[in-house]
């Protein structure tokens, strides 16, 4: 298992931690491929009941693409980039076992849209979410994809056109979040989540989350292609990559 992964185990829930806490969760390709590893070694053991995802540290759930490996893509690998992070998402949606978000600070972008795509989601007051990538030359498609599952078409054009993120409360009104507690009661309420959603009648609740997944992966592979286009054409102008080494350059950042 990738060190960029850790798991520690909540009796029969499996807690999935993101373990880059000084690139605030970041998603890199190797924390990509780990997550969904992880995902699938989960959901074919036996002793494991379902699985929480959170991220390592109190500042970030996850935010977003590591933006120092975005920097330096080329045309000819945003295919394969962007497949990597969104086979996180359907990983998750083919997990058969509960999948629980433990929102424990910032969840942006592709952060966001793992917790859009997990069962139900648990985060406290102070917690921001959202998707910031049009403010990176990145098109907010995918993102939108998810997020036209839980909000209405309006909303959905204002989160996705202004990349501005949701404070805790208004992500809470919006029904994207399922349990608000304290800090520090995060994971623990989602293991709590998950082990009554695993408690429940396994023929209903396999069917029920079978259907959810079918109407969920309905549009997936559009989005994508649509979103590997749209990445594209930004990167062959060379929009994301002015803008994104503008942001690093603007907070001191050097390499990775």
């Given at each position: 298992m990738s060190d960029v992964v850790e798991i520690e185990r909540a009796g029969d829930i499996a807690v999935l931690r993101f373990n880059r806490p000084d690139n605030l969760n970041a998603i890199s390709i190797a924390l990509a491929k780990g997550i969904a590893a992880t995902l699938i070694e989960l959901d074919s053991d036996d002793t494991v009941k379902g699985i929480?995802?959170?991220g390592a540290g109190e500042r970030a759930f996850c935010a977003g693409v590591d933006l120092f490996e975005a920097r330096g893509m080329q045309v000819a690998d945003i295919?394969?980039?962007f497949g990597t992070a969104c086979n996180i998402y359907k990983q998750i949606l083919l997990?058969?076992?509960p999948v629980i978000a433990a929102i424990n600070g910032i969840a942006a972008g592709g952060?966001?849209?793992i917790a859009m795509v997990s069962d139900l989601r648990v985060a406290h007051p102070g917690a921001?979410?959202?998707q910031p990538e049009i403010n990176a030359a990145i098109p907010s498609?995918?993102?939108s994809y998810w997020m036209s599952l839980h909000l209405g078409w309006s909303k959905n054009q204002e989160l996705s056109m202004t990349g501005r993120l949701m404070e805790a409360d208004e992500a809470d009104r919006l029904g994207l979040i399922n349990?608000?507690?304290d800090q520090d009661q995060v994971v623990a309420k989602a293991c709590e989540v998950a082990e009554t959603l695993a408690g429940k009648p396994a023929v209903a609740w396999a069917r029920t989350k079978a259907r959810f997944r079918e109407i969920a992966l309905a549009g997936f592979d559009e989005a994508f292609r649509a979103g590997v286009l749209g990445q594209q054409e930004s990167y062959a102008k060379g929009e994301a990559q002015a803008i994104i080494e503008a942001f690093?350059?603007?907070r001191g950042a050097g390499k990775s």
């Amino acid at each position: 298992m990738s060190d960029v992964v850790e798991i520690e185990r909540a009796g029969d829930i499996a807690v999935l931690r993101f373990n880059r806490p000084d690139n605030l969760n970041a998603i890199s390709i190797a924390l990509a491929k780990g997550i969904a590893a992880t995902l699938i070694e989960l959901d074919s053991d036996d002793t494991v009941k379902g699985i929480v995802l959170t991220g390592a540290g109190e500042r970030a759930f996850c935010a977003g693409v590591d933006l120092f490996e975005a920097r330096g893509m080329q045309v000819a690998d945003i295919e394969n980039w962007f497949g990597t992070a969104c086979n996180i998402y359907k990983q998750i949606l083919l997990t058969n076992k509960p999948v629980i978000a433990a929102i424990n600070g910032i969840a942006a972008g592709g952060g966001f849209q793992i917790a859009m795509v997990s069962d139900l989601r648990v985060a406290h007051p102070g917690a921001r979410m959202g998707q910031p990538e049009i403010n990176a030359a990145i098109p907010s498609i995918m993102g939108s994809y998810w997020m036209s599952l839980h909000l209405g078409w309006s909303k959905n054009q204002e989160l996705s056109m202004t990349g501005r993120l949701m404070e805790a409360d208004e992500a809470d009104r919006l029904g994207l979040i399922n349990y608000m507690v304290d800090q520090d009661q995060v994971v623990a309420k989602a293991c709590e989540v998950a082990e009554t959603l695993a408690g429940k009648p396994a023929v209903a609740w396999a069917r029920t989350k079978a259907r959810f997944r079918e109407i969920a992966l309905a549009g997936f592979d559009e989005a994508f292609r649509a979103g590997v286009l749209g990445q594209q054409e930004s990167y062959a102008k060379g929009e994301a990559q002015a803008i994104i080494e503008a942001f690093l350059a603007s907070r001191g950042a050097g390499k990775s």
